[in-house]
């Protein structure tokens, strides 16, 4: 037995839980399997895990049901848990997973929702741009989506372990506490999906896996979710070794920006080669985010059109030097 904390925050908890708590005592009579208690917007549920994770797919469904109606009747509920009324919003593609605090995360630009669109019709999708895009947090939510609808078993996310350009000197403690700096973006993202608890379970028993990309070499990875995050900063050699770990029931997306290369000046980032000679295998999809898609301050956009503008003429004069 286990117990998840659902805080009730998309809508007034007094609409969901109705009249005298009527719509909670329903829910009590439907999930005879649980304990339901609830504590101003916080719903304490206890059972199994599979038993709990079934509740919080029909507890969304039936937030999302009140978000567009102005009631949720016994009716309602009961089409909801039977399947036959699906919530609009759980089955749109804009709509990825619900984090542990009702936080709704979605794809929230055009290439964001190709990135969704793409992965579903795809094994392996590249999806390169600058900081900011939502590139790495819309490839973690949709490995966390097929995750919670049992899709995949397992979340792989790699990073390469290189330095931004500068020294970090030697780090202390275990393998992981050595790791864990260059991972930490990624951890951040799965903790604003996943309850602290159920995510230290996953962590535990190998559900999720968070390693440097070095880990994966001679490995089969099957049916689970596989991201390769600032893939810019790895070598031709690691990108070809990392694409054939794929197994049977398998998705890979490898996110990267081309702008932020920190490998040393004798090496090339291999992610460029990839772009470029995997352009015509089929199951393999390629999106370009741009400024567009950046959802941070306002300044971030301009910063990245600045540097842009800069990139383009040093290459201009670079050309006009070459032809004197």
């Known amino acids: 037995m286990i117990e998840e904390s659902i805080l009730i925050e998309r809508i007034n908890p007094a609409r969901f839980f109705g009249p005298n708590d009527g719509t909670l005592k329903y829910l009590r009579k439907k999930f005879p399997e649980l304990s339901i208690v609830s504590r101003g917007n916080e719903l304490k549920v206890s059972g199994t895990e ?4 079934q509740f919080q797919v029909k507890l969304e469904s039936m937030l999302s049901h ?18 036959k009324k699906a919530s609009s919003a759980i089955n749109s593609p804009k ?6 605090d009702g936080k709704v995360i979605k794809a929230r630009t055009t290439n964001q929702l190709k990135m969704v669109e793409y992965i579903e019709k795809n094994d392996i999708l590249f999806a ?14 949709l490995a966390v989506k097929a ?18 350009g500068e020294s970090l000197g030697f780090l202390p403690g275990d393998m992981k506490d050595k790791i864990d700096p260059y991972l930490k973006p990624l951890y951040d993202s799965l903790q604003d999906m996943i309850p602290a608890e159920k995510y230290a379970r996953y962590l535990e028993k190998g559900v999720i896996e968070i390693a440097p990309m070095a880990f994966m070499r001679g490995r089969t990875l099957d049916n689970c979710f596989i991201i390769l995050d600032e893939a810019q900063n790895a070598t031709d050699i690691q990108i070809k070794m990392f694409l054939t770990r794929i197994g049977p029931n398998a998705k890979i997306i490898i996110t990267g920006d081309l702008s932020q290369i920190d490998l040393p000046r004798y090496q090339n980032s291999g992610l460029s080669k990839a ?26 956009k301009d910063i990245i059109k600045a540097y842009r503008n800069n990139q383009n003429e040093e ?10």
């Open 147 to 164: 995750l919670k609808e049992k899709q995949v078993k397992r979340i792989i996310l790699a990073r390469p372990a290189v330095e931004a």
């Open 50 to 53: 599979d038993s709990i994770q």
């Open 275 to 300: 772009l470029r000679i995997l352009q015509d295998v089929q199951g393999i999809k390629f999106i370009h985010l741009d400024e567009g898609d950046v959802l941070r301050h306002r300044l971030v």
């Open 128 to 141: 390169v741009g600058p900081a900011g895009t939502g590139k790495t947090y819309t490839a973690v939510a």
């Open 66 to 83: 009140l978000e567009n109606n102005s009631k949720l009747l016994p009716a309602d509920i009961d089409q909801i848990i039977s399947g």
């Open 95 to 100: 709509v990825l997973v619900y984090g542990p």
């Open 315 to 324: 290459r201009k004069s670079s050309e006009k030097k070459d032809e004197n």
